[in-house]
T-cell receptor
């Protein structure tokens, strides 16, 4: 059974700092991995989707990497801003190319001005 | 694009009552997902549809839960009878996914359900 773990559960940093959020998964036979952002009282917003054939994806100040063999992904946020404060979740299909997603419980990020 | 629209945003009702949550997916998206989010268990998939057909309902907790998608622009999640442990935020998401090929899922803002 696919399990997704995100460490730490919460992170507080000063504005301007570069930071890394971690995601690990138990079944490495995945087709892709997705990172989402959730603001309080809101749904999830897709940030990045990395296909299994890719090692990383970039969008603005965000860079996500994927290492299938070790069952790990990282989300790198450069020059963090208070507006980046949110909960970040990663998700993978339970096996192969399923449309289903198994989510981690997220890392709650607070960027202090 | 209006995004995924869920209603109601908040629902408070007494245990034993029937609860119906509604979702309008993004036009043109052919996959629809219902999730439940709690502090203890995080975000869990309940059921998903592809082209209006239920594909996997293994996440539906018990027979009190049912979901329908009568057409491409509307889905409902029904709980009957409701229990306090059903209290959670329920999300609907849609994507242009063809079966087996993931695309980013687009989420609604959720329905916060409280069963007293």
């Amino acid at each position: 059974k696919q399990e997704v773990t995100q460490i730490p559960a919460a992170l507080s940093v000063p504005e301007g700092e570069n930071l890394v959020l971690n995601c690990s998964f138990t079944d490495s036979a995945i087709y892709n991995l997705q990172w989402f952002r959730q603001d309080p009282g809101k749904g999830l917003t897709s940030l990045l989707l990395i296909q299994s054939s890719q090692r990383e994806q970039t969008s603005g100040r965000l860079n996500a990497s994927l290492d299938k063999s070790s069952g790990r992904s990282t989300l790198y946020i450069a020059a963090s801003q208070p507006g980046d404060s949110a909960t970040y979740l990663c998700a993978v299909p339970p096996q192969g190319g399923s449309e289903k997603l198994v989510f981690g419980k997220g890392t709650k990020l607070t960027v202090n001005p | 694009d209006a995004g995924v629209i869920q209603s109601p945003r908040h629902e408070v009702t007494e245990m034993g009552q029937e609860v119906t949550l509604r979702c309008k997916p993004i036009s043109g998206h052919n996959s629809l997902f219902w999730y439940r989010q709690t502090m203890m268990r995080g975000l869990e998939l309940l059921i998903y549809f592809n082209n209006n057909v239920p594909i996997d309902d293994s996440g539906m907790p018990e027979d009190r839960f049912s979901a329908k998608m009568p057409n491409a622009s509307f889905s409902t999640l029904k709980i009957q009878p409701s229990e306090p442990r059903d209290s959670a935020v329920y999300f609907c998401a849609s994507s242009p996914t063809e079966r087996g090929v993931n695309q980013p899922q687009h989420f609604g803002d959720g329905t916060r359900l409280s069963i007293l």
